[in-house]
């Protein structure tokens, strides 16, 4: 049983660049969250989708981008790279709402 | 709107002694409640929910929470802890009509030999 699948698990960036973070469940959730953690600070939700096609901004949208085509898969855009964006990245995902989360291992992104 | 406050940032138990660990919420009707904890490196791992009924709840790992809603907590205890359980451990709250849970900000927990 895979899971959440992130990928990569470790990335350096240079301020300015982009990229995109994987995020792949096979569990076919209709549910998928992106989540960043700092230190001492908890999880702040990024982006969520209910559904493919369907996204929505949570409490830090700001400087990323998501899509969902699939059920499957919701990456997570990073444009125009700034070192308040070094962080660790979960995805996570949930058959329905008020269940429960299955959470990826995480992408360490550290800007330089 | 809910929000979640663990008090404890960390705390210390020797192996082998009982655990708890402090969770309240606020929110004006009946939550579901979680409680994740996440091993180093690694993502979050849900432990147990509680969405009706028993206020009790058996979760992994020998785990479980009590529900108090005239204290509007949600406790996670252990009877007896191991090396292994050092972790960081993660309450959450999710309103009836959102899908979208509030974490608190975490307890690391310690165990010492």
């Known amino acids: 049983n895979a899971g959440v699948t992130q990928t990569p698990k470790f990335r350096i960036l240079k301020i300015g660049q982009s990229m995109t973070l994987q995020c792949a469940q096979d569990m076919n959730h209709n549910y998928m969250y992106w989540y960043r953690q700092d230190p001492g600070m908890g999880l702040k939700l990024i982006y969520y989708?209910?559904?493919?096609?369907?996204?929505d901004k949570g409490e830090v949208p700001n400087g990323y981008n998501v899509s969902r085509s699939t059920t499957e898969d919701f990456p997570l855009r990073l444009e125009l790279a700034a070192p308040s964006q070094t962080s660790v990245y979960f995805c996570a995902s949930s058959p329905q709402g008020n269940y429960g989360y299955t959470f990826g291992s995480g992408t360490r992104l550290t800007v330089v | 709107a809910q929000s979640v406050t663990q008090p404890d940032i960390h705390i210390t138990v020797s192996e082998g002694a009982s655990l708890e660990l402090r969770c309240n919420y606020s929110y004006g009707a009946t939550p579901y409640l979680f409680w994740y904890v996440q091993s180093p490196g690694q993502g979050l791992q849900l432990l147990l929910k509680y969405f009706s009924g028993d206020t009790l709840v058996q979760g992994i790992k020998g785990f479980e929470a009590e529900f108090k809603r005239s204290q509007s907590s949600f406790n996670l205890r252990k009877p007896s802890v191991h090396w292994s359980d050092a972790a960081e451990y993660f309450c959450a709250v999710e309103s009836g009509g959102s899908y979208i849970p509030t974490f608190g900000r975490g307890t690391s927990l310690i165990v010492h030999p």
């Open positions: 989708s209910v559904g493919a096609g369907i996204t």
